[in-house]
Structure formats: structure tokens, C-alpha cells
């Protein structure tokens, strides 16, 4: 790829993301992603050519988990370090939804010479875009009145409601396997429940999937059993962005009928929206008897969609029996992570290395998020990088 | 700010800090604390004007957190990384007191490639400081003994007696404050015991600030109810600081006579130090039940003071109703954090910004230990980094 | 040291490094070992002479430590940092060993920007070397499916058959203290089980002692109690390479008789093969009262054994009574650490400084293993670095 010409393209966008945090994908402009997609790209090729894109001589990034992860942990380590960054980790009481003046003096403790803080809060439904907002705001009023030397970016590691990393990165990935944006219009995806021997996964991928994939003209389908709803104001905003994006946006509760002529599938478990709002009650109130019953009544009802797997013969429903199969991994396997689960052996193995390319854009969109918040003109300073010609490795 | 002038006056001080650990503020002359002063103004003043103050193309900074931190340990992080090192953590057993010879070896098994250890170690009373020197002796051996490329410098914290990164980067907000430190020659300070519904707070800060501000000429006055006394032997160095200073140190016992006309205040709680001598023993013994009733006794004695909370009505005892307000966070907070503090809402949110600004010197301190202590002459170095002039961030 | 003669002599050597994960001393040529002492020589005294061996302006070397460490967590840590790059530590599940397909994925996921693993899996008998190839195979395929930009390299952090790391630094170390690896030909090495009041110290050591020094001509005696054999086909790996090297290598039982004339010992203690075989099966099931029952019977065993002591009396049946006494560390000090140990106090003071810098030869000797993994012509990239002469610290 001729790196020169995709900066300048990317000097084409009229985007708008020069100080701002990305908290949802749906705040931003169509120019805006597609300056995302794009700086990534440049990223990756940047690294497929051994030129370092380091911007800072030092500096951190402060990961900030109030919940596991491992693989999006790693991706805002690479994203971070590509760039020159450090990353410290802030190690908090899980347990804890902290006042507002602690997260307001927390936020400026941990930001005196750190750049961004990537935060992944996505427990408690109404929580966690909340408390990213909250960080915000301290850090505005921060730098505001001297105590910050910048403002630094926030970038979303998933929380209650999206998941724009791990969408971005899907998107990307589809950008990749059919040729442009441009192809994806009129494609029909599918993001469909499944089932899976675990409960309480989160909402913010099938949420980030259909609030994103409805902004190009894609054809998009949100299949589950009645009852696994997703958060309703996300699906009305899938509804609009449909519509002004001339594709199309549909609901529906047949795992095969949805899967029908299908280019793109994305099978994964979820648990209903009012079920993760009765959770986060008794999380937030220590109830441990009721997480118990609440698991126990979820793992029942699932139960009862067993048939919903993405196997073989759904596959065959597909557009040439051969729709590109994506998942946020990991995936629940039927007779490999688990008995019965999300997607059959012999079809997940089919599309394995798919998903680990389909994952391997994450820490280059982290990149393209942090470097379009810091600069005003990132065209120029990737032109800058690419000029200068480091390399990364001897 | 002209950094070159910055860096020309800082050559006029007769500082002894290369090769030298920094313990204990008052082992230290006051060219050190002053070079010290200069540096960390130097290197905040490049942040600003986006010089990169790199040293180090590689090297780590080993982080040695004996007791939880967050604020600290972040400022430790930032400081080894504007340098140019990188920081790994020593994690050990933290209910231990380890046996001397596993001191020594530890301490050059982590040193093979490393340039500064920072420890924090103030739980135990008579054993933090006294581990620090420990690990110093180790080092020393190694290093004379060619077991260690360099004697890595030791940055002090936290211990059970002196907190000298706080109480310096609070020297320095002061000066800011203020101007100059000759402008705070006969000002008067006020550290005060407050009350706290938590007891067990170290005696450091408050000890490492009346050793402090006692050598520049300040009016110190350490106020605390009967029975609440710091260590005396840092009582009595803080005396002997006053008079060799010009200034004066004075014990009181009531808040409120204190606070009369001070220019600055400083109100925290703290144990005394009888009851942290007996913490420490039932710490040693593993006495849970000990420790119980220790702590139920200390929060009854604590109660008949609740009247020591710095407010409304305190504040307009001082200067002009308006005495700067110094906190090392986080503070106790009536009505925000608890129902009865330090401090209550409305005084400690108008000065809530300038603690952060107090705050945020604590890096470029460290950086400024860190830097006197490994180069002999300082002003060279930053002279030719600041005429190298390397971006920080692109 | 000459460091471009090093440089030149390293290109003699017909080493086969590259792109090869470092797993066992065993699977590599006399070549490829003395390529890594060669290449560690010159990284060692790089630092001497504060040449920065940067070869990365970016990446991650990923730590996993599927077991408790500091030293070679801090080796690790330092090798990488030296070389350019920042340390992820991969924080995993210890008490699971995972499904073969979430080591496929787990692999890839963390390796997007990574150039090399490190991993420590010491535990269980039969598994950790295993699993360490079962990463390499993942890689592979990650790397041929386009899903990894290259294809890092693992770095053997101990397993349950080789400590290469820890034997590699053992025997740079004697190459210093006898002047070459040749002047090591015909010296009498014993590597001699220890009493120790604990019990499963990993059999990794002495299996890794035993299969290097008998590549290079020495004499190996391997001196235990009956009953404490190490894994029988590693054993023959020694008999094997003793007898292609012209050395020698012989099994024993007494530790005095083996210490008669000795140039170098090596008293340490392991669990016995069966043993480790038994305590893996309960580890497995999770069989916590059949732990302690054999932690009973094995300490009941061990305890027969306290003769088997390295103390002023056996030091004395040495050569000229001062053999080069080594040890891994941390070593039971009689009279020090524990009541009765591998070692007396006055024997290991003497030996101790020389204990440390034995351990000080482990960062560079990783660093060698990263170098040569990744570069098909070392001593061209360290030429290269050499003459550009940047400097590690200002």
C-alpha cells in the first residue's frame, strides 16, 4: 500500500474528533469513522513496513478495568506502546461504585503526565458510559484550571451500552474481506442470538454491532428468542441510522429465517436487557442468594434455545453457504469450550483464522482513537512519521 | 519560563545529592532541597513547553510498595517514564518483615539493569526507614563488590517518619503560591490534627511537614489535642530547624487559637504516635483481636474531638479569611466522604483545585531526586537536553 | 573488551537461532550456545560501557508466569527493556491448564504487536514444556495465516525439564571465573542433591545443570540419597552428551564422596521424580488432603538426609578447599533462613557475592536468546549498534 496516498486521502475527511473522548460510536460523524478506519489502516501498514509511529518520547496511558479482560488489555498495551506510551494500570475496588468526588480527584491524580485512559466498565447497566463521562468531566475541568497540562483522551474499552472498539475493529475487518466500505452497502448481516451454558453476557457488542453496521447502508437483521432484548433507545438508534443511511434494519425471532441469504453472521449469546437490570440490583446491593436465583432461572430459560447454534446446516442457509462467520471471541464452542454452545466445532473451525484477523484490528483502531484525539491534523503528522522513515525494528 | 536561565542558576547551589539516597528531608542541606526545588521546576517547565526530558534510552525503576497506593505510585510511574525508564513492580509478601539476608539479596537480584528503586514502607513504626537503609547497604555491597553495573539511588516514598516527596512537592506548590521561598520567611503554618472516623493515618506527612517548612523561617505551629504526639525526636529536629532558620516552631492544643492570622493551613488526622508504637507490635504479632479492640478504643478517643474539623467559621479565624488550604488527599470530607471529617464540604471545595495543583508536583519531584542523584552536575544535563530540544510529543 | 573483535568472532560460530524458540539446551548445537555466551558477552559489556542496545523502538515482550517468581520476572523484565521493548505480563488462571483451543487463541490474541513470549510453567510434570510448544505451534499457524506480523519467538522462563536461562547464565559465569569455555574441559563439576525442610522444589535445575555442563567436556558427577532420581531420559541425555563432548558423567550417592576434589558444586535440593509424577496427579484432581499427606511423607524422608549439608567440612574435601560454590538462589541457609539447610552460614558467606553475580549473567543471557531468535545475523545488527554508539544514559 502506498502509505503517502492513504495520509492524504485521509486529510479528505471532515472529521470532528480533535478533543473529544470516543464513548459511542453513535456520537460520531460517518467522516469520523471513516478517519478511524483509516488512520488504523495506515497503522497497520505502517507496521507491515517496519516504520515505528511512535509520536511520544514518553507519556502514559492509564488502563483503567473495573472489570476481567484479557485480550482487550492486551490490544490498549499494543495500541498505547505503538504510539511511545507507557501504560500504567489503576488498580480499583471492584466492588465499589465510587462517589462522585472520588472518580473526580482520581481522574486528576492518575492525569499529570498521562495522555489517555482507556476504561472498560461495563458491569452495571447505567453505570458505566455514566462514570466515563464523569472521568470526563473531571478532566476538563482539570485542565481547565491548570492542574492538567493536556486534557487526556478517553477512549471506551467497552461499557454498558457499546463496545466501539471491538465494533470498529469488525468493521474494519469487513472493510478488509470486502474490498471497501462502498461493497458492504446492501450486504445483509446478521447479528443473532445464541445459545450458550453461561449467563450474563454482556449488551454491548450486539449493541455496538447493530448501532454500527446500520450506518452504511448495510441490510442489517437483529435475530433472538422473544424476551432477549436488547436496550430499546440502542435498537431505535440502529432504526435511524438505517434509514438515513439508505439500508435497512429489521428484528426478528428465528435464528434460520434470519440467517437466509446472509453475507456476514455474527452469532453470540446475550443475556436480556431486563435480566442485566434485575443483576445489577442485586450486584449493586451484594445480593448473593439472588445472583444465585437470577442464574439459575437465566440458565433455564436459555436452555430452552438450545436449537439456536449456528452450526452446518445454518451455515447452508447462508449466501453461498459460506457467510463470513464473526465473533467478539472467545466463542462457546459446541464440543470443544463447552457441550452445547454458540457455534458448532466443525463450523467454528471453518472460520478460526477469520475471527483472529477479524481481532487482530483492535489495538490499531485503539491507535487510530487516540492519535485522532490528540491531533487536529492527523494526516500531517502521519506524514511527518512516514517521512522521517524510523524503524521500528533494526 | 527562560529554561537556560532556569538551568544557569541552578549550577549556583552546593548540593551534595549525587550518589546519595533520599531518606530523610532534614539529612539534607538546604542547596539540596533547593537544587531539588530547581530541578522539579525545570522539568515542569519543559512538560510545558514540550521538551522531552529523556536521560535514559533504557532502564527500569523498580516500584517497592510495602502498603497500597494509588496517587504515589502514579507519580512514581510518571517520573521513571519522562526519564526514559521503564517501571516493574516488586511484589512481595506484604505481612512479612523480611529476614535481613533476604533484604540484601533481594535487592541486587532486582539491580542487575536498574537504576532507581522507590520504596514505600510506613506501616511498621522503627522499621520502614530502616528497611530503606537496609537495601541501601545491599546495594552499596553490590555495586563495590561488581555484583551491579551502578548503585542504584533509592527515592523514599513514604517511611514511618518522613514523607519527603510529599512534603517537597508541597515546599514547591508554596513557592509557587507565594512566589518565591524567601516570600514565605515568617509566614505562618498551621499543621493540625483533624478529626477522622478512620484511625491508623500515618504520622509521615505531618512530621515530614514541620521538619520541612521549620528550615526556610516559617512561623510552624503543630496543633494537636493532648495526647496526640508525633515522634519526639522529629518534634525536636524540627525545633532545632526553626532556630537555625530564623523561624519559629510552636506545639498548641487548641485548633481553633492556631489557626488565628496563619497564612497556610494543613488539617489532618493522624494516630499518635503511643498508639501507632502499639499497632505496630500487635501488627508484628498477628493479633486480629488485639488490633479490634486498638482500633475501638482509638475511635472513642477520636470522638471527643469531632470539633476539630477545619471549616467556615475556622477559615475566617486565618488571614483574611482565606489561608491557603494544603491536603496530601484524600482528605476526610464532612457530609461528602463520611458524616463527621477533616474538613468540611464547602471549605474544602473552595480550595479543592488548589490541592490538585499541590498535587500534581509530586512527579517532577521524584524526577528531580532521581536526576541529583545519579549525575554529579545537573545543570549540564538539562542544559543539554533543553538544547537538544527533543519533542516530547510530535 | 574489544567490542568489535566480540562482534567479528560471533560471526565465526554456525549458529541456527533464528526463528527456533529456545526450549531446551539440549535441542541446540555447541554452536548455537556458545552464539548466546558470545552474544551476552557483548550485551554485558555494552552496558559496561553505556552503549544502549535499543534494537526496538516498539513491541512487547509478554511475561507469562504460570507460577510464583521475582528474579527471573525481573530478568525478564530487564532483558526486554534493554533491547526497546515494554513487558505485558499475561495474568491467567494458575490453577487451570487450558483446553488446547484456548491456548491456540489466547496465543494469537496477545501476540498482534508482540515479538516475544516468556513463559514459566514449572508446576505439573508432563505439562510445562508441552505447553510451551503447544504456544510455538500456535504462533506458527497465527504467523502462516497472515493473522501475526511475525512470528515471536519463546523464551523457556523454566519448564518441567530445563531451566535453560538459569543453566545458560550458570555457565557463563564459570566461562568467567576459569577464563573460557575451554579452560572449563576436565574440571570436576557436582551437582549434588541438599537437605531442605521444604519440599517439591522444581527438579527443572539439576536436570538443566546435568544436560549443559556435560557438553563441554567437564566431568559431572550427580550425587543424590537413593530414591531422589531426576527424569531418567534427561539423565541419559547427560550420560549421552558426556560422552560426545569427551567428559564424563557419573551417578553417585554420597555427598562427601562426591565433593572429593571438586572445582565447581552445585548443592541443591529437588523432590524426587516419582514424587513430582504423585504431586502432579493431586495438583491435577485438586486432591488437597493428599497434597499434605505427601508433604508429610516427603519432609519425613528429607529429614533423614540433614547430612547432606554443604558446610566447612565438605568444603574442605574440595579442590584446594575452594571449589566455586553455585547456587540458583535463594538457597536454605543452616542457621540463616531455616534451622537446617542445603548450606551452611559461614560456607555461603564465603561463596555468596559470587552467588549474585552469577545470578547478574540472566538478563543478558535472555536478551541473547530474544537477539539471536530474531536476527538471522547478530553480530551484524550488534555491529551496527555499536558503531552508532547511542548512549543508555545521557
Chains 1, 2, 3 share one sequence.
Not at 467454528?348 to 484477523?357: A, G, P
Amino acid at each position: 500500500m502506498d502509505l503517502i496516498k492513504l495520509t492524504e486521502e485521509l486529510g479528505s475527511y471532515k472529521s470532528d474528533l480533535h478533543g473529544k473522548d470516543f464513548l459511542l460510536t453513535w456520537e460520531k460523524s460517518e467522516d469520523d469513522l471513516k478517519a478511524i478506519l483509516h488512520v488504523a489502516t495506515i497503522l497497520k501498514e505502517m507496521r507491515q513496513q517496519n516504520i515505528s509511529p511512535r509520536i511520544f518520547d514518553s507519556g502514559l496511558a492509564i488502563s483503567n478495568f473495573r472489570d476481567k479482560s484479557t485480550r482487550t488489555r492486551f490490544s490498549f498495551a499494543s495500541a498505547a506502546n505503538l504510539l511511545g506510551l507507557a501504560v500504567q494500570e489503576l488498580d480499583e475496588e471492584k466492588s465499589q461504585i465510587s462517589h462522585g468526588e472520588t472518580v473526580r480527584e482520581t481522574a486528576n491524580m492518575i492525569s499529570f503526565l498521562s495522555d489517555f485512559i482507556g476504561i472498560r466498565d461495563d458491569m452495571f447497566l447505567g453505570e458505566g458510559n455514566k462514570y466515563m463521562r464523569q472521568v470526563g468531566q473531571a478532566l476538563d475541568e482539570g485542565y481547565a484550571s491548570g492542574v492538567l497540562p493536556v486534557r487526556p483522551g478517553i477512549v471506551n474499552l467497552q461499557c454498558d451500552m457499546d463496545h466501539p472498539t471491538q465494533s470498529m475493529a469488525d468493521l474494519l475487518h469487513l472493510v478488509n474481506e470486502f474490498g471497501s466500505l462502498e461493497a458492504l452497502k446492501g450486504k445483509k448481516i446478521v447479528m443473532s442470538w445464541a445459545y450458550s451454558p453461561s449467563y450474563g453476557k454482556p449488551l454491548s457488542v450486539p449493541q455496538g454491532i447493530i448501532a454500527l453496521m446500520t450506518r452504511f447502508g448495510m441490510n442489517v437483521e437483529l435475530a433472538y428468542p422473544e424476551g432477549y432484548d436488547l436496550i430499546p433507545e440502542i435498537v431505535n438508534v440502529a432504526k435511524s441510522n438505517a434509514t438515513q443511511s439508505g439500508g435497512s434494519f429489521k428484528v426478528s425471532h428465528s435464528m434460520t429465517e434470519a440467517m437466509r441469504d446472509a453475507d456476514i453472521v455474527y452469532p453470540k449469546s446475550w443475556a436480556p436487557f431486563h435480566i442485566m437490570q434485575q443483576r445489577t440490583q442485586l450486584l449493586m446491593n451484594g445480593d448473593k442468594n439472588g445472583l444465585k436465583e437470577l442464574e439459575q432461572v437465566c440458565l433455564a430459560n436459555n436452555a430452552k434455545y438450545k436449537d439456536w447454534e449456528y452450526n452446518e446446516q445454518v451455515r447452508k442457509l447462508t449466501k453461498n453457504a459460506d457467510a463470513l462467520y464473526m465473533h467478539c471471541l472467545p466463542a462457546d464452542i459446541s464440543g470443544e469450550s463447552c457441550v452445547e454452545g454458540e457455534v458448532s466445532k466443525e463450523t467454528f473451525e471453518r472460520y478460526r483464522i477469520k475471527t483472529y484477523i477479524e481481532a487482530g484490528y483492535k489495538p490499531y483502531i485503539i491507535a487510530a482513537m487516540m492519535l485522532t484525539n490528540r491531533f487536529s491534523n492527523p494526516a500531517e503528522i502521519l506524514k511527518k512519521i512516514i517521512e522521517t522513515n524510523a524503524r521500528r525494528v533494526l
